[in-house]
């Protein structure tokens, strides 16, 4: 009896832990756009979706993506700033939201929008340079010197599409590749990846999506099978099979009705934690969130499609405790917050807000 009292004892702890009230949210924007002045960070209260603003971190250039260590120590995060193009390393303090700069290193490509860390590599997407490019760090979490920069040279019919524009970059779940989307080129590229190795990417792959699709963000579930593709000139989804380094089509669905006139400008997509929901933003003149429900063969039913209450839904993220999703508005300058049902998937509005200037990348800290 004392065991089981005990067990229940950890095991409601453990639960305690996760479900914290507290959260961190860091808010990467546009600085030389409106009225930001660099990195925010915020408390965030999932019990009353209440937010207070803990630090601004200042003297940043548009720094739009942001990456965090594992530990929440260092903050890595681009400088989307054309001829200046640059990654940079923080030393970071999540409880505080200080920083202090360690060091910017130039990326080869101009107009960086995504960055990532798996602790041994920083790893930046170059829109307008439609490169790929990776520093390694040392052991203060500083930046090194570029290792390795990956150029794509192709182009696509559409007038957007003259150039290579790498959009993002993303670790596939087992960690053994790179996938990295080309709006650009209408192409997925796969790397083979070896965090130690001097030049860590290699070509593998390349997997063609439709002429003038223009494909932006990819996600994964959570249980690593599927991946799904919001391609930003259509507004289509792509659902794909995963599996070693390998992507399989399995659908395309719609995120606009077929009556829809105008542009579509399709932006982010997140999974759920659970895997149950997948949601995708449209910018342009929809300005929408959509809802679908990932079945068991990872394909995609539709759930909704909700207006962001808001312009410009180019980020979003789900909170730590899966009760809201947040979704920052770059033209509108504001962060709206939705309730999250989690049984339904679907959105409705909290009626609270965080004001800030062209908000672009939403990270939760814990």
Known sequence: MLKKTLLFALLTATTLCCFAQKH?????????QGTSEGIYVYEFDNKTADTKQLNVIKNVANPSYLA??????????????GVNSAASAFIFDLQTGKANPLNKEATKGANPCFILTDGKNVITANYSGGSISVFGIKLDGALTSLKQNIQHTGSGPDKRQASAHVHQVQFTPDKNFLVATDLGEDNIYIYSYDATAEQPLKFKTTVKT???SGPRHLTFSPNGKFAYLAH??????SAFSYKKGELSLLQEVETVAKDFNGKIDAADIHTSADGKFLYESNRGDANTINVFSIQKDGQLAFVESVSTLGKGPRNFTIDPSGKYLLVGHQYTNEIVIFHRNEVTGKLTDSGKRIQVGSPVCLVFGN
């Open 68 to 81: 965090l260590s594992r530990n929440r120590d260092f903050l890595y995060t681009v400088y989307e700033d």
């Open 210 to 212: 439709n002429a003038g």
């Open 232 to 237: 930003e000139f259509n507004g289509k989804i």
């Open 24 to 32: 961190h949210l860091v808010v990467g924007t546009y600085t030389k």
